[in-house]
């Protein structure tokens, strides 16, 4: 039987270059990472990606040991009811964490499990993570469709066999499965299923499997603090992040105050110039005013002046028509008085016809002709 000795794997201590702080799968990096620096698999692969916070963990441990590894990841990349859906913006940033660090020996196939599972040879994969849909039914149907991929030295591993809320059912899978198998369970994390499915595995195995008791409680313990220590790490860089927003936040605040002050003063600044105005025009308004009352009473007087002049020059007609009447009286009186004298003149003319009254008519055709 194998010893353990965890000092025969430093790749444990190795720092994650992949935590996104999205998935609870960081408290098992530091035992995922141990299990490939064990194990040794040719080909690795994993059914669900999502963040890809546990696959990047067995791509690091690969890629620091110097294994001839290949990885592969499957995964739609949509989400579940389980996982929340999203969309392509998940995979873009997998892929631009994932891609030049581990694409020489690494694969992330955007597939559903069952297409990909088709692309495998039976016999083909000897580390087999299985965390997709996590209904009993979905859990037990990825493990017997890939179970004939499995080599005889092949290892499956179930996540959130701890969990028994939200229509999670992969603990009643594993209560079953694992009784066919030697197996190991982690219970931090959500649960993590450790399934020694090939016969040899179980050698490779051997020093965790054939833990006892005591032995057992520590390794978990072990495991439990080193993947915890990155939760914390995790809740660190958060609340510095959120620090740091908060600064910035602060620091937009205080500039945004300025700004507001020193528009506040611009706008004391123009209110002030605008009173000014306000006030001068008031004050031109009402010399104006002064200046059209003062020419209103000018036109007042002469109006009334124009009044009593047109008064005067109605008194004056009034007496001309007067002095016009009395003159046409004194007219129509002299007519009145030669229309009596030439009468009076005819009857003369008709009593005598003598050479005095020859006389008299030239008298009287001289003082017509003069009155004429």
Not at 216 to 227: D, T
């Amino acid at each position: 039987m194998m010893t353990l000795n965890l000092l025969d794997h430093p790749v444990v201590l190795s720092t994650p270059r992949r935590l996104t702080g999205y998935s609870a799968w960081c408290e098992h990096i530091p035992f995922a990472m141990f299990l490939v620096g064990l194990l040794r698999p040719r080909t690795i692969v994993e059914l669900g990606a999502h963040y890809g916070d546990s696959f990047c963990a067995f791509c690091q441990a690969v890629d620091e040991l110097g294994l001839e590894t290949a990885c592969y990841a499957v995964d739609t990349w949509r989400g579940d009811e389980h996982a929340g859906f999203y969309g392509p913006e998940v995979l873009a940033d997998l892929r631009a964490h994932h891609d030049p660090l581990y694409g020489d020996f690494s694969r992330l196939i955007h597939s559903t499990f069952d297409e990909a599972c088709e692309h495998f040879p039976n016999g083909s994969i000897d580390l087999l993570h299985i965390d997709g849909f996590h209904s009993y039914e979905a859990v037990k149907h990825d493990f017997e469709t890939w179970q004939p991929k499995l080599s005889h030295r092949g290892v499956a591993l179930f996540h959130d066999t701890n969990v028994r809320e939200h229509g999670f059912g992969v603990y009643k899978f594993w209560a079953e499965v694992s009784e066919s198998y030697p197996h190991f369970e982690f219970h931090h994390g959500h649960g993590l299923g450790v399934l020694a499915v090939g016969q040899e595995s179980h050698e490779n195995l051997s020093a965790v499997l054939n833990l006892r008791e005591g032995e057992a409680v520590a390794f978990r313990r072990f495991f439990f603090q080193f993947g915890y220590l990155l939760t914390e790490q995790i809740a660190k860089d958060r609340a510095l992040v959120d620090a740091g927003k908060q600064n910035q936040e602060l620091t937009e605040m205080l500039a945004q105050n300025r700004e507001l002050t020193e528009l506040l003063a611009n706008k004391e600044t123009v209110l002030s110039t605008l009173r000014r105005q306000i006030e001068e025009k008031e004050r031109a308004v009402k010399e104006r005013g002064r200046v059209i009352e003062e020419k209103d009473r000018t036109i007042g007087e002469k109006a009334q002046v124009i009044e009593e002049r047109g008064q005067a020059i109605e008194e004056k007609d009034q007496a001309i028509e007067e002095k016009d009447r009395a003159i046409e009286e004194k007219d129509r009186t002299i007519e009145e008085k030669d229309r009596a004298i030439e009468t009076l003149y005819r009857q003369i003319m008709a009593i005598t016809n003598s050479r005095g009254g020859k006389l008299l008519q030239r008298w009287w055709d001289l003082r017509r002709k003069i009155s004429g």
